[in-house]
Nanobody
């Protein structure tokens, strides 16, 4: 059983930056792919970014390409999401998730087995 805990959310003005972290405990973090999803009020949870177990392959939603960067440090059991040039439409609860299968990188909610509790990101105009 893997436990995931996100941190780093908060409020920022449009154009600003935030960095999210997700620390994993239990399970085999270094062999799992990791993903970030987000859910805005009244909307379905959507894919943001994912990274393969070794860190050498990743995938992004079109809406965040060029602005967000996913990375991981397997020595710290941590996955990161650096968010730059934030927009009001990025406002959501952000969740990290773990995919035991590892490959290919998943973009659907049902491809991930473990989820964190989420951290709120609010971007104001």
């Amino acid at each position: 059983q893997m436990h995931l805990a996100e941190s780093g959310g908060g409020g920022v003005q449009a154009g600003g930056s935030l960095s999210l972290s997700c620390v994993a405990s239990g399970g085999t973090f270094s062999s799992n792919s990791m993903g970030w999803f987000r859910q805005a009020p009244g909307k379905e949870r959507e894919f943001v970014a994912a990274i393969v177990w070794g860190g050498g392959n990743w995938k992004y939603a079109d809406s965040v390409k060029g602005r967000f960067t996913i990375s991981r440090d397997n020595t710290k059991n941590t996955v990161y999401l650096q968010m730059n040039s934030l927009k009001p439409e990025d406002t959501a609860v952000y969740y990290c998730a773990s995919d035991y299968a590892g490959w290919p990188l998943g973009t659907r909610v049902d491809e991930y087995e473990y989820w964190g509790q989420g951290t709120q990101v609010t971007v104001s105009t």
